[in-house]
């Protein structure tokens, strides 16, 4: 959400706080997958406390973010060689095709083929994917350690922030 600016602010013990003030990428954790990436922050879409939040793009604790789905869904194909978030029938470019369709040894294959019967992912998420942003909640706070790190949403947390920005957006 633009240049990353962070100022460094001195505290009561002569100790250092960084204030974030804009922040363009952050470490999110996706848990289901046990898969942590650095990404890019797009936009604040959603804050419980304030709406004024929301409209500054303001990154606080709790807030819930757009981030770009691209380094999750490398993750996912290559751990379980199965396409992640794209349309049927679409064309892949060279590389994603070698990942994918790989010649790999017996016991290779074995082994990815044991990780395809567990490899079951929401419609909720699989629709986010294919619009190539996932929701985030930041889990800590920007405003006095200078960095966005947080969780991908899913399950009933994912169900209940698409309810909430879709009544907002309704208003």
């Not at 990780?115 to 567990?118: D, E, V």
């Given at each position: 959400?633009?240049?990353?600016r962070?100022h460094?602010?001195?505290?009561?013990?002569?100790?250092?706080k960084y204030?974030?003030?804009?922040l363009?990428?952050?470490?999110?954790?996706w848990?289901?997958?046990c898969?942590?990436?650095?990404t890019r922050?797009?936009d604040?879409?959603y804050?419980?406390s304030n709406?004024?939040?929301?409209r500054?793009?303001t990154?606080?604790k709790?807030?819930?973010?757009?981030i770009?789905s691209t380094?999750?869904?490398?993750?996912?194909?290559?751990?379980?060689a199965?396409?992640?978030?794209?349309?049927k029938?679409?064309?892949?470019?060279?590389?994603?095709?070698?990942?994918?369709?790989?010649?790999r040894s017996k016991?290779?294959?074995?082994?990815?083929?044991e990780?395809?019967?567990?490899a079951?992912?929401?419609?909720l998420?699989?629709?986010?994917?294919?619009?190539?942003?996932?929701?985030?909640?930041?889990?800590?706070?920007?405003g006095?350690?200078?960095?966005?790190d947080?969780?991908v949403?899913e399950?009933?947390?994912?169900?209940?922030?698409?309810r909430?920005i879709?009544?907002?957006?309704?208003?």
């Open positions: 959400m633009g240049p990353r962070i460094t602010v001195r505290v009561r013990g002569g100790n250092k204030r974030a003030l804009r363009d990428v952050g470490n999110f954790s848990g289901s997958e898969c942590t990436r650095k922050i797009i604040v879409v804050n419980a709406n004024e939040l929301v500054t793009k990154l606080v709790n807030c819930i973010v757009l770009d380094r999750y869904r490398l993750c996912y194909e290559s751990h379980y199965l396409p992640l978030g794209r349309k029938g679409a064309r892949l470019t060279p590389k994603e095709e070698e990942i994918l369709n790989k010649n016991k290779i294959q074995k082994k990815y083929d990780r395809k019967k567990n079951k992912i929401s419609s998420l699989e629709e986010q994917f294919q619009q190539g942003e996932l929701l985030a909640c930041i889990a800590s706070r920007p006095q350690c200078g960095r966005a947080g969780y949403l399950g009933k947390e994912l169900e209940f922030y698409l909430k879709k009544a907002r957006k309704g208003k």
